[in-house]
């Protein structure tokens, strides 16, 4: 395939998708960690933040609302950083008030998200994370037919530790499968609470629900992110959690994840 066929992914090496079986589990913020963490290990990351009914990542890493403008090579990315080293392209950037709710029928929606995947100008990236909406739905499968012109790589699918949510995730796993989508592992987020006075992680949900999910359908295990206060504080200042944090759990965490990842990409 020559790179004109391949359009605006032609200089991305990687396409991860983060997939959720429904919403609430925390997709957009390990979206978020994980490119935070990308850029820290010296890669070049993009975030296409393709969830309409939640656009977060803007807030998340703290970008606002900018202009965004459009170049022959078409629309150009809003930086969330002076290096230039994490490019953002989010549906949060083209409403005309961030708190509307997306009312739209599938088509409108389908056509955007084609727009989306092959108008944005990446340039040169290490990898392209894809912020799913919740759920198997259209906008699923228009985000894959429109990559697959270049090519998937794999996704990264978030749980929680409950059974409902592992269920969920049975049918992400499903919908890989029937797309071929290579399943890259599971993370299980919200993993207990870190108490912020004493750093003890006590389970106030489940344990486990996401490791005996990757058991018993054959999938990489990534590893549990847990609820960290200091986290959630850091997201909505739209601050880096990576940078302030090193020494923290989930910092460990999210960084053997990415590894992870890496090294599976790489593979």
């Known amino acids: 395939m020559d790179s004109s066929e391949k359009g605006s992914l032609a200089q991305v090496k990687h396409v991860v998708l983060v997939l959720s079986g429904k919403g609430g589990v925390g997709k957009s913020t390990i979206t978020t960690e994980l490119a935070l963490a990308l850029v820290h290990a010296g890669k070049k990351v993009g975030i296409l933040d393709v ?150 992680c006590s389970n106030v949900f489940s344990k486990g629900g996401g490791e005996e999910l990757a058991k018993l359908t054959g999938s990489v295990f990534l590893g549990s992110v847990p609820l960290d206060p200091l986290l959630t504080a850091t997201l909505e200042e739209g601050r880096d959690f990576l940078q302030a944090f090193p020494e923290s759990s989930t910092y460990t965490a999210i960084s053997q994840i990415v590894n992870t990842v890496l090294s599976s990409l790489d593979a």
């Not at 459009?70 to 083209?94: E, T």
């Not at 599938?106 to 919740?134: H, M, N, R, Y």
């Open 51 to 200: 969830d309409l009914c939640g656009p977060s990542i803007p807030r998340m890493l703290s970008v606002g609302k900018p202009e965004v403008h459009q170049c022959d090579a078409g629309w150009v990315p809003v930086y969330a950083d002076p290096q230039q080293k994490l490019a953002i392209m989010s549906i949060g950037f083209l409403l005309e008030d961030s708190d509307e709710a997306v009312i739209w029928r599938g088509p409108k929606k389908t056509a955007l998200i084609g727009q989306f995947v092959s108008d944005v100008a990446w340039g040169e990236l290490d990898i392209l994370l894809v912020d799913t909406p919740p759920g198997t739905s259209d906008e699923h499968l228009a985000v894959l037919e429109n990559l697959r012109k270049h090519r998937v790589d794999g996704a990264v699918l978030v749980t929680t530790p409950q059974a409902v949510s592992t269920g969920d995730v049975r049918r992400e796993i499903t919908f890989c499968k029937k797309t071929a989508v290579k399943i890259l592992g599971i993370v299980e987020n919200m993993s207990g609470f870190v108490c912020p006075h004493c750093s003890e």
